[in-house]
């Protein structure tokens, strides 16, 4: 008697299958472009509180006491997901170079904030997954195609055009969000590799713990070398000593662990919920935001320059997030 004699017969509407199917599976595309959005966004606000504070304390400080405050959050969320026996990885090392590149970069990032309006500092920044692309090629073998290639050359004279090498108008201080872009880039491709078999809330873990030992064991150095600060608003704020905050300060600073930690979580389960060369060009709403934010908080109004570059850069990422191939997951923390 053949198999399928014996078994009961279920009356199954295969049309109405598939649709659910379809459904629940737009639900949570939808739901990943929700959460990932509402990351990006938590994460402005971040950035126009550390902007806000870059001219009466060091980043040092900033990030140090971010970091003190995120780790307890963030301790809960990993023993809630696996447990904290997670964190003493077999991987610790790979993790923690993970982490110190990725400290390296937003630090780099923070010290655009002084001089640099904030549209300019996040646009520049959105050049790392075309810097992911361009680095994918020789680090992971993988293969880039012409089309993405394309892209970045579109990106580049975005950059160009935002940065005005040559002219009077060219600010140092530009360059210091694209080191920031190569930096996280190079902390993308690690996450590559350790995604496979590390969650998303360890590495996030053990990046807050690098940036809070980074931060002081930097601030120690720096206080050691007796380096004064200079006329320069950048260097002046890595180079500040550390002082008392004021009350107001201090939560404005401490508001910043409590944002992390919440931002990450949403971006995490934004790339869990759905695919990531869906999601991941959701991250360019950050462009929207921090304009808006410049305006309202530092009377900051964009160039044409800016906003030219800024829409070649978008475009140019998002035709690189678009290719299958060259999907990044997300890597921030």
Not at 100 to 119: C, D, G, H, I
Not at 160 to 184: C, D, N, Q
Not at 211 to 229: D, N, P, R
Request: proline residues 6%.
């Amino acid at each position: 008697m053949q198999l399928q004699n014996r078994l009961p017969v279920v009356g199954v509407n295969l049309p109405s299958v598939i649709g659910v199917q379809l459904v629940i599976l737009q639900d949570r595309t939808t739901q990943g472009i929700v959460f990932l959005c509402l990351g990006v966004f938590t994460f402005t606000i971040q950035d126009a509180i550390i902007k806000n504070v870059s001219g009466s304390y060091p980043v040092t400080q900033v990030v140090a006491i971010r970091s003190l405050v995120a780790l307890p959050i963030l301790a809960g969320i990993v023993q809630a997901e696996i447990g904290l026996r997670a964190l003493f990885s077999p991987r610790a090392g790979w993790l923690t170079l993970r982490a110190f590149t990725l400290f390296l970069s937003y630090t780099t990032y923070y010290l655009a904030f002084p001089v640099l309006p904030l549209a300019e500092a996040v646009a520049l920044f959105f050049t790392a997954p075309l810097l992911i692309t361009v680095l994918a090629g020789p680090v992971l073998a993988e293969k880039i195609g012409w089309r993405s290639w394309a892209a970045i050359a579109v990106g580049l004279a975005g950059v160009v055009i935002m940065l005005r090498p040559g002219t009077a108008l060219f600010e140092p201080a530009a360059v210091l969000s694209l080191l920031s872009a190569l930096l996280y880039a190079a902390a993308a491709l690690m996450t590559r590799r350790l995604g496979i078999a590390e969650k998303a809330s360890v590495m996030t873990f053990y990046s807050v713990w690098v940036y809070l030992a980074a931060a002081i064991g930097l601030a120690v150095l720096l206080q050691g070398a007796e380096i004064s600060t200079t006329s320069h608003p950048s260097l002046s704020f890595l180079l500040r000593p550390w002082d008392k905050p004021t009350s107001s300060d201090f939560l404005l600073m401490a508001a910043c662990g409590v944002i992390a930690a919440v931002a990450m979580t949403l971006l995490t389960n934004a790339y869990r919920a759905a695919p990531a060369n869906i999601v991941a060009p959701f991250e360019y709403t950050g462009i929207l935001w921090l304009p808006l934010w410049g305006f309202m908080f530092f009377s900051e109004i964009p160039r044409w320059t800016t906003a030219l570059g800024a829409l070649l850069i978008i475009a140019s990422g998002i035709a690189v997030l678009r290719q299958p191939k060259d999907s990044i997951r997300n890597s921030s923390s």
